[in-house]
């Protein structure tokens, strides 16, 4: 461990960098071993591109080969090597390596093709190559009726025996088995770390009956990206995403033309990859400041300052949810995860037939806390907003909160007039929590008295007790 941490200071040239997380470390860790197949689920911005560039950094003799689903994840990764001093290159159709590097990054288009094979195969025989890296695994099952070339990336880890390492922030607890059946792994090594968003609101603006088209929402959804985009920072951004191609340029054409001038670009899968490089870095630059897009950007943007992710309807499925409204609020800062809903969204989208969008309109309807309920459909388990210490609630707890503390605590007879027992209930639980918050890191005798010096102390040793008892 102590190598690891030595190696990752010395690579970003910072003595004071620790790891994220014990999950990150244990990842790493497990990577350099290269003893067995292992999955690793970090949440976004957890470190999940560290897992593998460490070991590629410390293991300058050999060669890791990075299969990505995402052209923007090609150029973001080729970008990330180059600045750590790694040598990489990326291998498109056909041949042989030109020399030896340390990392091979290839898309998944690319991946499947037999001279790709050979490849993985000639590296292996010279005893070059040390371990093939999966990022956004989770594609390979949510992405296969649309991606018919993904269903064959699995034969990697059959004609080569080094590990395979699969990579994402949204692997569903039943994905598991799926992964490791699909990559033929004897024993995969799960590591998985939870932890939800705290910085992120997650909210629904449900739009009234006179919006009747999709101008009408794109007019909506105007309107909030005007006022969320008042107060900001030079290097603050705003991202929004459509289900079509061309609901996102008639949306970009639309908001360009309101402000009278370029304000926002477009980016989709039929953008070569060259336009979509050229629109990514105007906006991270700030000659735009917000990018209206597809799930061609559902992963892999690293842009710290993202304020909102705006969804014009819904997303394709809860999984693709996830990954997009993920983009804001990188750098730790209060981010919005907004989803405009119209009623007719729902016909428009009829298209989308599979289970993803039942789990979508079900997040889009629901009444309870939507964190709690996106922690259990990628986890498995999850807390509510309001029995968070820390972090940003979602509209859904924000709006409880507002009502509870609206109801009048006048009693008759012993009873609360006014709020029924469920009512009762929740209120309770909710001043209970609020207390326990509110007491953390403080005396309880001082708080309770209104002592100012309540918060800098325990209940062992509290002067003002002493002060009683003498």
């Not at 970090?42 to 060669?63: A, Q």
Request: proline share 2%; charged share 30%.
């Amino acid at each position: 461990m102590a190598s690891m941490l030595t190696s990752l200071r010395k690579m970003y040239g910072n003595e004071q960098l620790r790891f994220k997380s014990v999950e990150q470390a244990e990842a790493i860790k497990t990577s350099l071993q290269r003893e067995s197949d292992v999955l690793i689920i970090l949440p976004t911005g957890g470190g999940k591109t560290l897992t593998y560039m460490l070991p590629i950094y410390m293991e300058r003799d050999l060669t890791t080969v990075i299969v990505l689903p995402y052209a923007v994840l090609v150029q973001q990764v080729e970008e990330q090597c180059e600045q750590l001093n790694i040598s990489c290159q990326i291998w498109r159709n056909s041949g042989m390596m030109s020399g030896k590097c340390q990392a091979v990054l290839v898309a998944v288009e690319y991946a499947i093709m037999p001279e790709f094979q050979t490849l993985l195969m000639t590296l292996e025989s010279t005893n070059r190559l040390a371990r093939i890296v999966i990022e956004e695994c989770h594609t390979l099952l949510t992405h296969r009726d649309f991606r018919q070339t993904i269903r064959r990336v699995g034969i990697l880890g059959r004609c080569v025996s080094v590990p395979i390492q699969l990579l994402s922030a949204t692997s569903l607890p039943s994905h598991v088995e799926r992964l490791r059946t699909e990559f033929g792994c004897q024993s995969l090594h799960v590591i998985r770390k939870v932890e939800d968003r705290k910085e992120l609101k997650y909210s629904v603006h449900y739009v009234g009956e006179e919006v009747t088209s999709m101008k009408l929402l794109n007019r909506k959804i105007g309107t909030t990206v005007v006022d969320l985009a008042r107060g900001w920072d030079k290097k603050d951004r705003g991202l929004i995403y459509c289900l079509q191609k061309d609901w996102a340029e008639e949306m970009c054409e639309y908001f360009n033309e309101k402000m009278n001038r370029v304000v926002c670009g477009v980016y989709h899968a039929s953008m070569n990859s060259e336009e979509r490089r050229d629109v990514l870095e105007r906006w991270k630059v700030g000659e735009i400041k917000f990018l209206i897009a597809t799930s061609a950007l559902g992963a892999g943007l690293d842009y710290g300052a993202v304020r909102f992710v705006l969804h014009q309807g819904f997303a394709r499925g809860m999984i693709e949810f996830c990954q997009e409204s993920g983009r804001a609020g990188r750098d730790g800062h209060v981010a919005d995860s907004i989803v405009f809903y119209w009623s007719g969204i729902e016909k428009e989208t009829d298209w989308i037939k599979d289970e993803g969008r039942k789990d979508m309109l079900e997040y889009v309807k629901m009444g309870g806390c939507r964190k709690e309920w996106m922690s259990k459909f990628l986890h498995g388990v999850g807390t509510d907003c309001i029995s968070q210490p820390e972090g940003v609630f979602c509209d859904n707890c924000e709006k409880a909160m507002a009502g509870n503390k609206s109801w009048k605590i006048e009693t008759k007879v012993g009873r609360k007039r006014g709020r029924t027992e469920e009512g009762e209930e929740v209120r309770d639980v909710i001043e209970v929590r609020e207390m326990i918050r509110d007491l953390k890191g403080k005396c309880p005798i001082c708080w309770m008295e209104g002592k100012d010096q309540a918060k800098g102390h325990q209940l062992f040793g509290c002067r003002y007790i002493l002060e009683i008892c003498d």
